[in-house]
Nanobody
């Protein structure tokens, strides 16, 4: 499967963005899908993940209540809705997939290129 992330940009604090992770090559419902982010000089950080069937979702504590992950099998896309953005959300966001039913915070085999999210004050 190939993954392509998009939707990043420049947004003011407390604003919103929606990131998209489009899959090609195989149906995304065959994979658990996650979003990670990496800020300059920092380690990659888990953000959120969704199960193959879209029914089970997990979030990092830092984004819980602000971000929502959704899977659209018809579009073969996983979305990350980001609300109430903070300056510390600034990072390059990557989507990733693994061939397990349930999501997790590591163990992803397929990665897309990143999309930059910059939150300004």
């Amino acid at each position: 499967v190939q993954l392509q992330a998009s939707g990043g940009g420049l947004v003011q604090a407390r604003g919103s963005l929606r990131l998209s992770c489009l899959a090609s090559g195989r149906a995304l419902r065959s994979y658990a899908v996650a979003w990670f982010r990496q800020a300059p000089g920092q380690e990659r950080e888990f953000v959120s993940a969704v199960s193959r069937d879209g029914g089970f979702k997990i979030y990092a504590d830092s984004v819980k209540g602000r971000f929502t992950i959704n899977q659209d099998n018809a579009e073969n896309t996983v979305y990350l809705e980001m609300n109430s953005l903070k300056i510390e959300d600034t990072a390059t966001y990557h989507c990733a997939a693994r061939t397990t039913a349930l999501p997790g915070r590591s163990g992803y085999n397929y990665w897309g290129q990143g999309t930059q999210v910059t939150v300004s004050s």
